[in-house]
């Protein structure tokens, strides 16, 4: 997952980073139009 401030954001980070690692090809990507949940936590039952 990579979080961007906006959609230029997004791709200054695709251009200086995902595209240039090693072994990636192709990309896909989709965008949230809203913040669904801000957590890295797991639930706990």
Known sequence: ????IDS???ARIHRRYLA???GVAQMHSSF????VM???ALPVD
């Open 32 to 35: 949230a139009l809203r913040t």
């Open 1 to 4: 997952k990579v979080s961007a």
């Open 8 to 10: 230029e954001d997004f």
């Open 38 to 40: 801000q957590t890295t």
């Open 20 to 22: 240039r690692l090693p």
